[in-house]
């Protein structure tokens, strides 16, 4: 298996409602990376996992919660986003976050592709 | 911190045409490169990349980029494009140096291909 699996592939949500993102691998993988892109905008890296602990978060509001329960998945909660939270949401992992890991480069998934109204 | 500076927005090709697509970065430290190609509606897939050695890199679908250290330049090329190929185009750099930002992928803004007959 050499693929990031995301679902659901497109949401639509209040901003008031509460959902989540799900991200799987099963490459052995063990960094895990969540990232934005808007329409016609480059991936905006929001956080890093690295053998399941949070390594990296960009400044992201709290309104968006990490987890990583285990080595194969990820999860981005959300709750209370804003309009201009819509986004393609991308999950992706590689071998580790390190100069060795990294080399083999990311594999990303084909995203989740999220409104708010 | 890198950056990344992709030289053309939109570049329009003919059919079995030859195509080059320029990468620019700026580093203190040294990096990984990544060319990586985006579909309509998915996510990102891996071209090539460059770690060290030859720095003339092969990939997938027949691109190819050159590393010149000089210049500070990845450019993409292909000899020959097909209708396929349409897609954004994305240059990326990884610092190998700082490991508070490892498994940071940088994005240029990216370079629409469109093929046409």
């Known amino acids: 298996d050499t693929e990031v699996t995301q679902t659901p592939k497109h949401l639509v949500m209040g901003m008031t409602n509460k959902k989540s993102l799900k991200c799987e691998q099963h490459m052995g993988h063990r960094a895990m990376y969540w990232y934005k892109q808007k329409a016609k905008k480059p991936p905006e890296l929001m956080f890093v996992?690295?053998?399941?602990?949070?390594?990296i978060n960009e400044s992201v509001p709290s309104r968006f919660s990490p987890e990583c329960p285990n080595s194969s998945l990820l999860n981005l909660h959300l709750h209370a986003l804003q309009p201009e939270d819509s986004a393609l949401y991308l999950c992706a992992s590689s071998q580790d976050r390190g100069f060795g890991g990294l080399g083999y480069g990311y594999t990303f998934g084909s995203g989740t592709r999220l409104t708010v109204v | 911190a890198q950056s990344v500076t992709q030289l053309d927005s939109q570049v329009p090709v003919f059919e079995e045409a030859p195509v080059e697509l320029r990468c620019n970065y700026s580093?203190?430290?040294?990096?990984?490169l990544f060319w990586y190609v985006q579909y309509p509606n998915q996510g990102l897939q891996l071209l090539l990349k460059?770690?060290?050695?030859?720095?003339l890199v092969k990939g997938i679908n027949g691109f190819e980029a050159e590393f010149n250290k000089s210049q500070t330049s990845f450019h993409l090329r292909k000899p020959s494009v097909h209708i396929s190929d349409t897609a954004e185009y994305f240059c990326a750099v990884s610092d190998l140096v700082t490991t508070d930002s490892w498994g940071k992928l940088q994005f240029g803004a990216g370079t629409q291909v469109v093929v046409t007959p």
């Open positions: 580093s203190s430290v040294s990096v990984y």
């Open positions: 460059y770690l060290s050695g030859s720095t």
């Open positions: 996992y690295s053998y399941e602990k949070l390594s």
